[in-house]
Each structure stands twice: as C-alpha cells, then as structure tokens.
T-cell receptor
Framework: KAGVTQTPRYLIKTRGQQVTLSCSPI?????VSWYQQTPGQGLQFLFE???????NKGNFPGRFSGRQFSNSRSEMNVSTLELGDSALYLC?????????????FGPGTRLTVL | GENVEQHPSTLSVQEGDSAVIKCTYS??????FPWYKQELGKRPQLIID?????GEKKDQRIAVTLNKTAKHFSLHITETQPEDSAVYFC??????????????FGQGTTLQVKP
C-alpha cells in the first residue's frame, strides 16, 4: 500500500496570508489527524477527522481549521498567518478500528512564514 | 489537562550499550502508548506500541514496559547501533471511543549512539 502523502512539501508565505495543506491517507484509512511540529513545542495535536467529521480538536486558535472529503483526503487551512505558525505540519492516518488504530505519518509540509 | 513528560531530553551511549527512555502520562484514561522514531528530515515512524492490558512487549532489540499504577512507560533499546541515532517520541492515547485519534506526545529524546 502507498503511504500517507502530503502536498506541498514546502511552502513560503508572508504574514497575514492564508494557506491550505493537503493530506492523502493510506488507502482504507478513514481517520486523519494533524499535528504541528516545532523545535520549541514538539509535536502538538491540531485536530482529527473521521468520516468527514471533526472528532477531536487541540488547543489551537480558530485560525486553524480543516475538513475531510468523502475519499478521506483531508485539508488543513491556516488563515491570517503569523510568524509563529512556521512549523512542520504532519498528518497521520489510521484505520481507527478497535484492534488497529496505529497512526502512520506523512512526510510533512514545511511552512515558513516571513 | 493531558500531558506526557519524557526524559531524558538527550542521551548519548556507546555502540553496544543499552538506552532507556522514560515517560509519564497524566490522563488515567490513556490506554495506548506508541513510540515513534524520527530521523533527521524524515517522518516519525512507529517502532513499537503497548496497550494497557499488557505490562511488557518486546520486538528484537526494542522493548517497552508499562506501569499503569504509576502512569509510567519506558522504551528499552539493547545492543545499540549507530543507526539507532534519532529522536524518539513517546505518546499516549485513548484506544477506544472519541479520543482515539489524538496522540499526546512527549517532548522527545535525542539519542546519539557513538561508534
């Protein structure tokens, strides 16, 4: 099976702009979780989507939003970018069934805000 | 709130020695504890996980132990090799129900294995 893919891999934006990141999960996986990785804060949970519904949300401002499509692909949007949003954004997919809910990560999107 | 503390933040060992990384979690409802290895510039890769109905799990040179009472879990790597050098993250989650897709991560341990 193909692994989790993310596009784009690198992105440079300026403050105040908005950005949309995309994540395609492993075939058959219905859950997509998003994480922000920074040197100072480590890996922090943003939100999870399952069957097109947001199931969990982390402690991030409302500028961070997401959605999931019927094919389980997910997008994450950040509006009014701030310098502190510079980070590696990782998505992870999971089958999310009782015995198999391991999360498999994509390569990430490196966002730089200037 | 939910929190996972991980120690040490850096660990340097000689090739062939053992390495131990320890984590403590705060949410007593957590019942799934994965460990991820992240090499420089790469994605986190799941290396081993343990569920709360098991006290220990081993996979070749890697083992994980869980003490539910103390809310501690640890990663043990034996016979370390230079290719084990990476950042290791512990995480905690609730395996069933609404919070399944939410992993709370420790801050990471940078392991250096010196040849």
């Amino acid at each position: 099976k193909a692994g989790v893919t993310q596009t784009p891999r690198y992105l440079i934006k300026t403050r105040g702009q908005q950005v949309t990141l995309s994540c395609s999960p492993i075939s058959g996986h219905r859950s997509v979780s998003w994480y922000q990785q920074t040197p100072g804060q480590g890996l922090q949970f943003l939100f999870e989507y399952f069957s097109e519904t947001q199931r969990n949300k982390g402690n991030f401002p409302g500028r961070f939003s997401g959605r999931q499509f019927s094919n389980s692909r997910s997008e994450m949007n950040v509006s009014t970018l701030e310098l502190g949003d510079s980070a590696l954004y990782l998505c992870a997919s999971s089958a999310r069934t009782g015995a198999r809910n391991e999360q498999f990560f994509g390569p990430g999107t490196r966002l730089t805000v200037l | 709130g939910e929190n996972v503390e991980q120690h040490p933040s850096t660990l340097s060992v000689q090739e062939g020695d053992s390495a131990v990384i320890k984590c403590t979690y705060s949410d007593s409802a957590s019942n799934y504890f994965p460990w991820y290895k992240q090499e420089l510039g790469k994605r986190p890769q799941l290396i081993i996980d343990i569920r709360s109905n098991v006290g220990e799990k081993k996979d070749q040179r890697i083992a994980v132990t869980l003490n539910k009472t103390a809310k501690h879990f640890s990663l043990h790597i034996t016979e370390t090799q230079p290719e084990d050098s990476a950042v290791y993250f512990c995480a905690a989650s609730i395996r069933y129900g609404g919070n399944t897709g939410k992993l709370i991560f420790g801050q990471g341990t940078t392991l250096q294995v010196k040849p």
